[in-house]
Protein backbone atom coordinates (compact mmCIF):
# COMPACT_ATOMS: atom_id res chain seq x y z
CA UNK A 1 0.00 0.00 0.00
CA UNK A 2 1.45 3.66 -0.94
CA UNK A 3 0.68 7.20 0.64
CA UNK A 4 -1.91 7.18 -1.34
CA UNK A 5 -3.80 4.56 -0.77
CA UNK A 6 -3.29 4.54 2.84
CA UNK A 7 -4.04 8.37 2.76
CA UNK A 8 -7.72 7.49 1.11
CA UNK A 9 -8.43 4.42 3.36
CA UNK A 10 -8.22 6.97 6.43
CA UNK A 11 -10.87 8.82 4.33
CA UNK A 12 -13.19 6.17 5.88
CA UNK A 13 -12.15 5.83 9.52
CA UNK A 14 -14.63 7.92 11.03
CA UNK A 15 -14.63 8.84 14.82
CA UNK A 16 -16.02 5.11 16.36
CA UNK A 17 -13.88 2.74 18.18
CA UNK A 18 -14.31 -0.05 15.44
CA UNK A 19 -13.69 1.82 12.59
CA UNK A 20 -10.29 3.25 14.44
CA UNK A 21 -9.50 -0.07 15.58
CA UNK A 22 -10.22 -2.01 11.98
CA UNK A 23 -7.27 0.44 10.75
CA UNK A 24 -4.75 0.16 13.65
CA UNK A 25 -5.23 -3.27 13.40
CA UNK A 26 -4.06 -3.05 9.75
CA UNK A 27 -1.11 -0.93 10.55
CA UNK A 28 0.01 -3.40 13.28
CA UNK A 29 -0.30 -6.09 10.71
CA UNK A 30 1.94 -4.25 7.99
CA UNK A 31 4.65 -1.99 9.84
CA UNK A 32 5.72 -0.57 7.08
CA UNK A 33 2.97 1.86 6.46
CA UNK A 34 3.99 3.25 9.97
CA UNK A 35 6.43 6.14 8.21
CA UNK A 36 3.27 7.24 5.73
CA UNK A 37 0.77 7.39 8.52
CA UNK A 38 3.09 9.66 10.81
CA UNK A 39 3.73 11.75 7.62
CA UNK A 40 -0.02 11.91 7.46
CA UNK A 41 -1.06 12.37 10.85
CA UNK A 42 1.62 15.53 11.25
CA UNK A 43 0.40 17.57 8.24
CA UNK A 44 -0.88 20.44 9.18
CA UNK A 45 -4.25 21.91 8.25
CA UNK A 46 -5.18 18.98 6.30
CA UNK A 47 -8.28 17.37 7.45
CA UNK A 48 -7.17 13.25 6.89
CA UNK A 49 -4.45 14.22 9.67
CA UNK A 50 -6.76 13.75 12.42
CA UNK A 51 -8.00 10.22 11.36
CA UNK A 52 -4.26 9.58 11.00
CA UNK A 53 -3.74 10.58 14.59
CA UNK A 54 -6.68 8.51 15.49
CA UNK A 55 -5.79 5.43 14.24
CA UNK A 56 -1.89 6.49 15.27
CA UNK A 57 -2.47 6.55 18.69
CA UNK A 58 -5.16 3.51 18.78
CA UNK A 59 -1.66 1.46 17.36
CA UNK A 60 0.80 3.05 19.76
CA UNK A 61 -1.83 1.91 22.37
CA UNK A 62 -1.75 -1.71 21.25
CA UNK A 63 1.97 -2.10 20.27
CA UNK A 64 4.60 1.15 21.62
CA UNK A 65 7.36 0.17 20.04
CA UNK A 66 5.92 0.89 16.48
CA UNK A 67 7.00 4.84 17.39
CA UNK A 68 10.45 3.88 18.64
CA UNK A 69 12.37 4.28 14.89
CA UNK A 70 10.35 7.64 14.55
CA UNK A 71 10.68 8.92 17.55
CA UNK A 72 12.71 11.98 16.29
CA UNK A 73 10.45 13.19 13.29
CA UNK A 74 7.20 12.54 15.79
CA UNK A 75 8.79 14.74 18.65
CA UNK A 76 10.16 17.45 16.09
CA UNK A 77 6.84 17.48 14.52
CA UNK A 78 4.44 18.30 17.27
CA UNK A 79 4.45 22.16 16.79
CA UNK A 80 3.07 21.35 13.48
CA UNK A 81 0.12 20.04 14.66
CA UNK A 82 -2.78 22.41 15.23
CA UNK A 83 -5.99 20.63 14.53
CA UNK A 84 -7.73 20.34 17.90
CA UNK A 85 -9.02 16.86 16.92
CA UNK A 86 -5.57 16.15 16.08
CA UNK A 87 -4.02 17.78 19.18
CA UNK A 88 -5.90 15.43 21.52
CA UNK A 89 -4.62 11.83 20.23
CA UNK A 90 -0.94 13.34 19.56
CA UNK A 91 -1.55 14.57 23.19
CA UNK A 92 -2.66 10.41 24.66
CA UNK A 93 0.49 9.16 22.55
CA UNK A 94 2.80 11.77 24.50
CA UNK A 95 1.07 10.74 27.99
CA UNK A 96 1.67 6.70 26.84
CA UNK A 97 5.42 7.64 26.16
Avoid at 7 to 25: C, F, G, P, Q
Wanted: hydrophobic share 40%; glycine share 0%.
Amino acid sequence: MTKTELYEALDYVDATREKRTEMAAFILDNPKLMQPLISIALTDDDPISCRACWVFEFTIKQNLSYIFPYLDEFTSSLANVKLNSSVRPVAKICEIL
